[in-house]
């Protein structure tokens, strides 16, 4: 079956400090993978996202993502973390079955503390 | 440039009463999704529509009912809401297809719907 595990409720950091909110899947092939956050009362919005290529992804805000096929992660990390990251952030996968699905992962909130 | 937006944004309704909410995107994209978000669920696909006139169901479609006769439009009706139903409803659109660049959703503002 395929899935997405945010293994994290929260993660807690403080600021200025690297940050990493845990991803990982499972999908047959090769996975289109997507980092989105969500800010309170917000829609979701796109981060970044992995379809093939460099195995770091760069993305906005300066978050960055690592697809390691061989441990089905795909992190994503930030060398120095703000107070205004502080948000809810999801993982998700392309349903490989159905094109234009996505799968996400339950979210993991991040705690950025000054 | 708008995107996506939804309407209403706050909505307070009574069980068994219809409620309408609406989704209007400015892309054309082809796809487009309705989502709820509750907590200890995160997000879960109601329906979604690949084109004009073609709809499928998605994880928990009981309940709701989609139409759309237009590209820009795609309205999710709850024929008779129940307490259940209250929750965060987002609007998706993606431009899936053609290209594997093309697969990101991206999302409206949501709407906030309380069933009492």
């Known amino acids: 079956a395929q899935s997405v595990a945010q293994p994290e409720d929260q993660v807690n950091v403080a600021e200025g400090n690297p940050l990493t909110v845990k991803c990982t899947y499972s999908?047959?092939?090769?996975?289109?993978l997507f980092w989105y956050v969500q800010y309170p009362n917000r829609g979701l919005q796109f981060l970044l996202k992995?379809?093939?290529?460099?195995?770091l992804v760069k993305g906005s805000y300066g978050f960055e993502a690592e697809f390691n096929k061989s441990q089905t992660s795909f992190h994503l990390k930030k060398p120095s973390a703000l107070v205004s990251d502080s948000a809810l952030y999801f993982c998700?996968?392309?349903?490989?079955?159905?094109?234009?699905?996505?799968?996400f992962g339950q979210g993991t909130t991040l705690q950025v503390k000054p | 440039d708008a995107g996506i937006t939804q309407s209403p944004r706050y909505k307070i309704t009574e069980t068994g009463r219809q409620v309408t909410l609406m989704c209007h995107q400015t892309?054309?994209?082809?796809?487009m999704f309705w989502y709820r978000q509750d907590l200890g669920h995160g997000l879960r696909l109601i329906y979604y529509?690949?084109?004009?006139?073609?709809?499928d169901k998605g994880e928990v479609p009981d309940g709701y009912v989609v139409s759309r006769s237009k590209t820009e439009n795609f309205p999710l009706t709850l024929e008779s809401a129940t307490r259940s139903q209250t929750s965060v409803y987002f609007c998706?659109?993606?431009?899936?297809?053609?290209?594997?660049?093309?697969?990101?959703?991206?999302f409206g503002p949501g709407t906030r719907l309380l069933v009492l």
């Open positions: 998706a659109t993606s431009e899936t297809g053609g290209s594997r660049l093309k697969e990101t959703q991206y």
């Open positions: 998700a996968v392309r349903d490989m079955r159905n094109t234009g699905k996505l799968i």
């Open positions: 529509s690949a084109a004009a006139d073609i709809t």
């Open positions: 999908v047959s092939g090769n996975p289109y």
């Open positions: 992995y379809i093939t290529g460099d195995n």
């Open positions: 892309w054309s994209h082809s796809y």
